[in-house]
């Protein structure tokens, strides 16, 4: 177990949907990335908040957004959604210690499939 | 630009045989690198990671990788493999930066036959 939380574990929705996904990090980390696994592409970084402010972009489409909140969770919201953006969705959580950066540690992952 | 190839997609190992994945990277600033490995709809675990120092960093389930600067490689290597380690592995590498997100490459599927 990682420490980091993730949910719903699956989603079943159909396109032109919005849908919201839930990460709690390990309790004392500050950052929060979300990825996005896809067969086709793999592994794909979208976006990183830190204490609540977006740190880093990665290749987020315009119809997702994230925010995260004072207790540091995060919410990763997918609108006006299509087909081809089923896939496992993985928010993760590092410690940042001053000025270094540590490994992250992901979740279960959501899988999300648009029907 | 910054990337992470993998250039194997699938490797087949039998059970006992020693493992070798390969890792090559691209990246412009000092990397830190890390192995993960990914099992059958679980999230991804961390193998190992190199931050700085012995260029030959050991992990957890008896997995090793050797940083080679000169090469930009990060192989990992076990010297026995077991049918439990089957599983997809995923190289990555982020900077020293506090907070910057991992890039990682496609990874590798393992199978292990008996």
């Known amino acids: 177990d990682s420490g980091v939380t993730q949910t719903p574990k699956h989603l079943i929705t159909a396109t032109g949907q919005r849908v919201t996904l839930r990460c709690s990090p390990r309790?004392?980390?500050?950052?929060v990335y979300w990825y996005q696994q896809s067969l086709d592409q793999g592994l794909q970084f979208l976006i990183q908040?830190?204490?609540?402010?977006?740190?880093a972009k990665g290749n987020i489409l315009e119809r997702f957004s994230a925010q995260q909140f004072p207790d540091l969770h995060s919410e990763l919201n997918l609108s006006s959604l299509e087909l081809g953006d089923s896939a496992l969705y993985f928010c993760?959580?590092?410690?940042?210690?001053?000025?270094?950066?540590?490994?992250?540690?992901f979740g279960q992952g959501t899988r999300l499939t648009v029907v | 630009a910054q990337s992470v190839t993998q250039p194997d997609i699938h490797i087949t190992v039998s059970e006992g045989a020693s493992l070798e994945l390969r890792c090559n990277y691209s990246?412009?600033?000092?990397?830190?690198l890390f192995w993960y490995v990914q099992s059958p709809g679980q999230g991804l675990q961390l193998l190992l990671k190199?931050?700085?120092?012995?260029?030959l960093v050991q992990g957890i389930k008896g997995f090793e990788a050797e940083f080679k600067r000169s090469q930009s490689s990060f192989n990992l290597r076990k010297p026995s493999v077991h049918w439990s380690d089957a599983a997809e592995y995923f190289c990555?590498?982020?900077?020293?930066?506090?907070?910057?997100?991992?890039?990682f490459g496609k990874g590798t599927t393992l199978s292990v036959s008996s």
């Open positions: 993760a959580s590092s410690v940042v210690s001053g000025r270094a950066n540590t490994e992250a540690f």
């Open positions: 309790s004392g980390d500050l950052s």
């Open positions: 908040y830190y204490n609540g402010e977006e740190r």
């Open positions: 990246y412009g600033a000092t990397p830190y």
């Open positions: 190199y931050f700085s120092g012995d260029t």
């Open positions: 990555a590498v982020g900077a020293w930066q506090a907070g910057t997100a991992l890039i």
